[in-house]
Nanobody, 115 residues
């Protein structure tokens, strides 16, 4: 059974940094797309970034130049390095694994950017 476990969220001041991690278990995932989405209160969930099995990257315009997604296939883990954080980045961040037409989600980790 596929499981995704996120970690690394927390409270940070504007301009600060956080690194999120998502560890996948229950299979071999190096060939599949993994990524991060976020959902702020009262808003729809939105894509933040994803990385394909061959390493292609995609970022939301709002995070380009500030966030970096990467993966360690040996550990079946995807990371999201978030720099220059802004209050509008406050949200629950969810890890996502896509295998063909199936999507798997983690439980989410809260990121709060506030002074």
């Amino acid at each position: 059974q596929v499981q995704l476990v996120e970690s690394g969220g927390g409270l940070v001041q504007p301009g600060g940094s956080l690194r999120l991690s998502c560890a996948a278990s229950g299979g071999i995932f190096r060939f599949y797309t993994m990524g991060w989405s976020r959902q702020a209160p009262g808003k729809q969930r939105e894509l933040v970034a994803h990385i394909t099995g061959d390493g292609s990257l995609n970022y939301a315009d709002s995070v380009k130049g500030r966030f970096t997604i990467s993966r360690d296939n040996a550990k079946d883990t995807v990371y999201l390095q978030m720099n220059s954080l802004k209050p509008e980045d406050t949200a629950v961040y969810y890890c996502k694994l896509t295998i063909a037409t199936l999507s798997y989600w983690g439980q989410g980790t809260q990121v709060t950017v506030s002074s």
